[in-house]
């Protein structure tokens, strides 16, 4: 454990700063060194993935699995790795929050968010100046910060976290317009919390506050536009060219996600709205395979989560927070009491939402580790009282999640804002056929899909499609027009390049709407083909 110890220290000192004139040089990183590394690395995302299936139980989200596995790995803990440098933790958090932000997007359904785009985006930019307002107050007045420091605690804290929101209310069904704005909410605050920190934390006074204003909506439109192009020009590219392996498409996914962010800030606009919005344009295009892509973002989005949380761990010294505990508690109170239901009640009010939805969304306002990330701009421009900023951010978060987080569930059930389950949507994924000029649709039908009891001539499939093949409790065969599907089968559909989109769209239909699907008007095109579904 020594050794490992020894050389985990050695590992993180060399990526974290060069030597200093006068100093010696660390040892370099030797295969021996990796090998010990990679040891404790694989161990390390061993337990935080069984911390997963423990905080889905518990109802706590798993950030605080992590933050404390970083801090036992810690200098006050049993690693004891000294690691203080708030410039890498900084450059490190900015790199894990572009993976989650594009993974966040790439799960966005549209048909959600469209509803409440417009109160949504009201909830991220005046809800978030009203936050920071009263929040700085309460820290000035209560606490005794100077405005600066009250001003940038009020900004840090001010950014929700969808990861902690959705970990612990997906196991409770609610209406979509909830789900939709805290989504939205959670992936667009990030852009404006971000522009504030960073312009509070710039030596010399604010000045101009209506500059800075003009500042923070050229940045979101910069960011929204390049955000927008690129993710529509990116999706277009993926739907035209058939790439020779499907290991491909998730990669270039992920690969036009990053770009859009880093267009976005070299455009001198906001990377985060980019990437967010760039992921979300992917997310709804259809693109080919695209459940291995979603698996692969997801996979990268605990990594980066995993290993963000464990950093910012490392980070935070135990043993100097106690002077920064109450002040804490103070500011949090002040958040989660006053700040956030007020945002939320002056945002949401004028678009009529109910107030059970609002006293929902008040207190779903969970912060992870956007907050603690953006606690180390300040460390990193070196303004006055910046570690003790770090140490309060860091306590509110860890208390306040452990009291919100397991209390969500039961205050949507007192609310009754749970719904009965709806159908679930298929999932579908497509593979390009180039040579065939046509596509290969894998469907897997769920539990409470209402496709279940249907015949395939009842599909009503267009003409140039056909199920080709059901797979059924681990056996093949072909299905005849009077085939009744089942929960659990897997159809493969072979489609034509012209009907490609009305037969995925024919089968999502029956399968929210049942046979009756046409009758209902939910198909949403008229599909051409002949109800027996033969050629």
């Known amino acids: 454990m020594d050794a490992v110890r020894r050389s985990l220290g050695s590992c993180v000192r060399a990526v974290r700063a060069s030597p200093r004139p006068g100093q010696g040089r660390e040892p370099p990183l030797t295969v021996h060194h990796l090998n010990q590394l990679l040891l ?32 036992v790995m810690g200098q006050d803990g049993l690693g004891h790795i000294r690691f203080d440098s708030a410039a890498v933790t900084q450059v490190m ?11 966040g997007g790439l799960g966005t359904k549209w048909k959600e968010i469209r509803p409440v785009l417009s109160s949504a985006s009201v909830l991220a930019t005046g809800g978030v100046a009203v936050s920071v307002g009263v929040t700085a107050a309460g ?6 910060l100077d405005w600066r420091q009250a001003l940038i605690v009020g900004a840090v804290v001010s950014s929700t976290d969808a990861a902690a929101v959705f970990s612990v ?4 069904p609610l209406p979509s317009r909830v789900t ?4 939205a909410e959670s992936g667009f605050n990030d852009a404006p919390v971000v522009i504030l920190v960073v312009a509070f934390s710039t030596a010399g006074p604010v000045e101009h506050w209506y500059v800075l204003l003009g500042e923070i909506a050229l940045e979101l439109a910069i960011g929204a536009a390049v955000g927008l192009a690129v993710g529509f020009a990116g999706s277009w590219g993926l739907r035209h060219v058939a790439l020779p392996a499907s290991g491909l498409y998730p990669i270039a996914v992920m690969a036009i996600a990053i770009s859009a962010y880093a267009a976005g800030a070299l455009g001198h606009g906001s990377g985060f709205l980019a990437v967010y919005l760039a992921s979300m344009v ?3 295009a259809k693109l080919p395979h695209w459940p291995a892509t979603r698996g692969f973002a997801e996979g990268l989005g605990w990594i980066a989560q995993i290993g963000m949380f464990v950093l910012l761990g490392l980070l935070v010294t135990p043993h100097e927070l106690g002077d920064d505990i109450v002040p804490a508690l103070v500011i949090g109170l002040v958040l989660t009491m006053v700040a956030r239901p007020l945002s939320v009640v002056l945002s949401l009010t004028p678009f009529r939402v109910p107030w059970q939805e609002q006293a929902l969304m008040s207190w779903a306002g969970l912060r ?26 860091f306590v509110l978060v860890v208390v306040y999640t452990l009291v919100q987080g397991p209390t969500l569930p039961w205050l949507a059930r007192k609310l009754r804002l749970g719904e009965k389950g709806e159908a679930a949507d298929l999932g579908i994924e497509s593979a390009p056929l180039e040579r065939l000029r046509g596509h290969l649709l894998s469907v897997t039908i769920p539990e409470e899909s209402r496709m279940h009891g249907v015949e395939i001539a009842e599909l009503r499939l267009p003409s140039g499609s056909a199920v080709t093949l059901v797979v059924r409790e681990g056996k093949s065969f072909v299905p005849l027009p009077s085939t009744v599907l089942r929960r659990g089968d897997e159809l493969l559909v072979v489609a034509t390049d012209p009907v490609r989109d009305a037969a995925e769209r024919r089968l999502r239909a029956v399968a929210h709407g049942g046979k009756l699907a ?3 008007g939910s198909d949403g095109a008229e599909t051409g083909g002949s109800p027996t579904g033969k050629r």
Do not use: K
Request: net charge positive; with cysteine.
């Open 518 to 520: 046409s009758w209902l």
């Open 93 to 103: 958090g900015y790199a894990a929050l572009v993976v989650i932000l594009a993974e």
């Open 180 to 183: 939709g704005t805290l989504e």
């Open 282 to 284: 992917l997310g709804n």
């Open 169 to 172: 209310l997906r196991r409770i």
């Open 40 to 71: 404790v690395c694989s161990l390390v995302l061993l337990v935080a993935v069984a911390a997963v299936r423990i905080s889905s139980r518990s109802g706590l989200p798993s950030l605080l699995v992590y933050l404390g596995i970083g801090i």
């Open 368 to 393: 992870g580790a956007v907050p603690i990330i953006l606690a180390t701009i300040p460390m990193v421009n070196g303004v006055t009282g910046s570690r003790s900023i770090f140490n309060i951010v």
């Open 139 to 144: 820290a000035h007045y209560l606490v005794g």
